[in-house]
Nanobody, 118 residues
Framework: QVQLVESGGGLVQPGGSLRLSCVAS????????MAWYRQVPGDERELVAT??????????YYPNSVRGRFTISRDNADNVVYLQMNSLKPEDTAVYYC?????????WGQGTQVTVSP
């Protein structure tokens, strides 16, 4: 069973930055496609960033809403995926979830709250 634990959320002012972390309890982390999603109450979960297994090529993907502000990265040695969030806006307020995927199986973390407010 894959367990994902997110951390790094909190309250930040508009224009500020946060870095989210997600630690995966797996022995072969390098083979998992990883992603960050976010969700606000009443809305569907939204994809924020993806990063593939870290092989060649290793491409990140971002939707227009966060492109240029958010950066996803991974450390396969420590089983961690990060989401660096800069120039945060109030509309970035949401619960952020880490997702791992491999061989058709999908796993989610419990989420971490990010609130962007003056």
């Amino acid at each position: 069973q894959v367990q994902l634990v997110e951390s790094g959320g909190g309250l930040v002012q508009p224009g500020g930055s946060l870095r989210l972390s997600c630690v995966a309890s797996v022995s072969d982390f390098r083979y998992y496609d990883m992603a960050w999603y976010r969700q606000v109450p009443g809305d569907e979960r939204e994809l924020v960033a993806t990063i593939n297994t870290g092989g060649t090529p290793n491409y990140p993907y971002y939707p227009n809403s966060v492109r240029g502000r958010f950066t996803i990265s991974r450390d396969n040695a420590d089983n961690v995926v990060y989401l660096q969030m800069n120039s945060l806006k109030p509309e970035d307020t949401a619960v952020y979830y880490c997702r791992a995927q491999r061989n058709g199986q999908t796993y989610w973390g419990q989420g971490t709250q990010v609130t962007v407010s003056p």
